[in-house]
């Protein structure tokens, strides 16, 4: 995942005021692991992203780019 995740995941658990172990319990996935993706040392996968995400409010979106995937005529 990119950078964004880990700073994104810790502003949110930062504004709920809770704690990387509230989270973690939450979300169902273990207080190292969670530390590890908020210090941006840990790869992680789409699904635990997402639950975390669902803990906190939130769901992940696939939004189409404006433009990305069309042919180009010439």
Avoid: C
């Amino acid at each position: 995942m990119a950078h964004w995740t880990n700073e994104t995941i810790r502003e949110l658990r930062l504004e709920k005021k809770w704690s990387q172990f509230t989270l973690a319990i939450e979300a169902e996935v273990s207080e190292s692991t969670l530390n590890a993706i908020e210090k941006n040392k840990h790869g992680t996968n789409i699904e635990t992203i997402d639950r975390l995400l669902q803990a906190l409010g939130y769901e992940l979106e696939a939004v189409p780019i404006t433009g990305h995937g069309k042919a180009k005529r010439r």
